[in-house]
């Protein structure tokens, strides 16, 4: 028998917003996150602008042994994961009754790296880091907390693909469950932010340097657009097989119809358009959609001059003007790691409460994409079937289709 | 440094590290069931009576180390060492 997969709960920590009903408010007001970090400009960024979210105080929350393993971006995959367990009414009861898996995305841990290597450094010996840091020096920090804190007893897994982790990692935990292998599995993408984790990202000379207008500088699609600028924060969503969903009278969001992926075998950082064309066909075959079938995109258009480009000509080649498409990255900014979970998240807000939130600083759409249907303003819109996008360095690339049920 | 003195940083520092009621840590206590240490929490100590009393402390120096009183003992004669 055919499984499928149901999202069954959803949880956000972002710039737009601590929980989904600050978030929800963001996305239909097109408020961005964005602003101006002076402690990155004196640090030597030349850019100083970032997605800001405050870091969330689980002192009270969780034990000292729990926390003191955990970085930024494992605090906020906490947080995003307590919000996505509450509202699949999963609590702590469930893990000893039930298999649950954790396939979570995340691509660095700059900050904890940082910080233990110059105390080794300072005092030349490795004793005196201290127990956590290795527990969050790895990319898998994220599971290994998160698995440790809800006792998770299923597939517990990091996915590393830079900015389609996130991505990736629900497409993963699809199959998983589609395959029989598992009934329920947590996922999600977080990125940390610090100063550290994105200095030699800015060092590219890939960040919008408007700085004056830090709420302008992410403009994707837009003419004058002159780079991305980095997020923050955590998203998860919980995955289930259908009938197990509906056996535990757990609530039914939607459902993930397909997973796309590939790689375009070509440069490291700069993208293509075959290679995410290729993501999204097998995406429509795979879910047995035609492209017109296809409601609401929203793309992975980070602000950057070649990749909103490259990403029109393929959304135009394979959609026409058919679908709605926006970049919430205009508000957000680039949440990297998280961003493949994050804007399947704002996607379903956004179905579940029929509108479509703009692609705002959509000033003079740019030539390559002047055949999309893209939304420069919030309209009211009722739509089920949407396709999120994210590529990512190394030219991964993961197309998810989801159905608001 | 006296004997008071160590007691007084060594508490202080034990109850914000490891977030714990002052009146837990009593002189004839058990170290590892008052503090509910396990093996990772050792590594903690050590970083924090280093940098609390600039003494770089073992593993194995917490062998013998089953009270509090142990504990001051232990700084106490280390200290007493270096000076």
Redesign the interface.
């Known amino acids: 028998m055919d499984r499928r997969v149901v999202i069954t709960g959803m949880g956000i920590y972002s710039s737009l917003g601590k929980n989904l009903a600050e978030v929800k408010e963001s996305l239909y007001l097109g408020r961005s996150g964005i602003v101006f970090s002076p402690e990155r400009k004196e640090f030597g960024y030349r850019s100083a602008l970032t997605g800001f979210v405050e870091k969330p105080d689980l002192a009270k929350v969780l ?3 729990q926390r ?1 393993s955990m970085g930024e971006e494992s605090e906020y995959a906490y947080v995003a994961t307590r919000e996505a367990l509450q509202n699949a009414n999963i609590d702590e009861t469930l893990f000893d009754k039930q298999i649950i898996g954790l396939v979570y995305g995340n691509d660095s841990v700059s900050q904890a790296v940082m910080e233990s290597i110059d105390i080794v450094r300072q ?1 030349r ?1 490795t ?6 840091a290795i527990f969050k020096s790895m990319n898998s920090s994220v599971t290994m907390n998160l698995s440790t804190i809800y006792r998770v007893r299923g597939i517990n897994m990091t996915i590393s693909a830079a900015c389609a982790s996130g991505s990736h990692a629900i497409g993963l935990a699809y199959l998983f469950i589609k395959q029989g292998l598992q009934d329920c599995i947590i996922c999600g993408g977080a990125q940390e932010t610090n100063k550290y984790a994105m200095a030699s990202f800015d060092g590219l000379g890939v960040f919008s340097d408007r700085e004056d207008e830090p709420t302008k500088a992410s403009r994707p699609f837009d003419k004058s657009r002159n780079g991305l600028v980095p997020g923050r924060g955590a998203a998860t969503l919980v995955l289930e097989e259908y009938e197990s969903a509906v056996r535990r009278g757990a609530p039914i969001l939607a459902e993930v119809l397909s997973y796309g992926f590939s790689s375009n075998g070509d440069h490291i950082s700069t993208p293509n358009v075959e290679g995410p064309i290729q993501a999204m066909e097998m995406a429509l075959r795979q879910a047995g959609l035609a492209p017109d079938d296809i409601e609401y995109i929203n793309a992975h258009a980070t602000s950057t001059p070649m990749g909103d480009a490259n990403e029109a000509r393929a959304l135009t080649q394979l959609f026409g003007s058919a679908p709605f498409v926006s970049s919430t990255k205009s508000m957000t900014g680039h949440e990297c790691w998280m961003a493949g979970t994050s804007e399947v998240v704002y996607s379903l807000i956004m179905a579940q409460h029929g509108f479509i939130a703009p692609n705002i600083n959509l000033e003079e759409v740019d030539e390559t994409a002047r055949n999309l249907s893209l939304v420069k303003n919030t309209i009211n819109q009722n739509f089920n079937v949407f396709l999120s996008n994210s590529f990512g360095f190394g030219g991964t690339n993961s197309a998810l289709i989801v159905k608001k049920l | 440094m006296s004997r008071d003195e160590i007691i007084d940083i060594t508490n202080t520092f034990l109850t914000e ?3 714990v009621e002052s009146e837990v840590i009593q002189p004839e206590a058990n170290l590892k069931d008052s503090l509910d240490l ?1 093996s ?2 050792y ?2 100590l ?2 924090i009576i ?1 940098s609390n009393f600039g003494i ?1 402390l ?1 593993s194995k120096d917490f062998t013998n180390v089953q009270t509090f009183n142990d504990l001051y003992d232990l700084i106490g004669s280390k200290l007493h060492a270096i000076a």
């Open positions: 034990s000292r042994r003191i005092k010996d004793t005196l880091v201290g127990s956590g | 590290e490891f977030e396990d990772l929490d590594v903690d050590v970083v280093e770089k073992e």
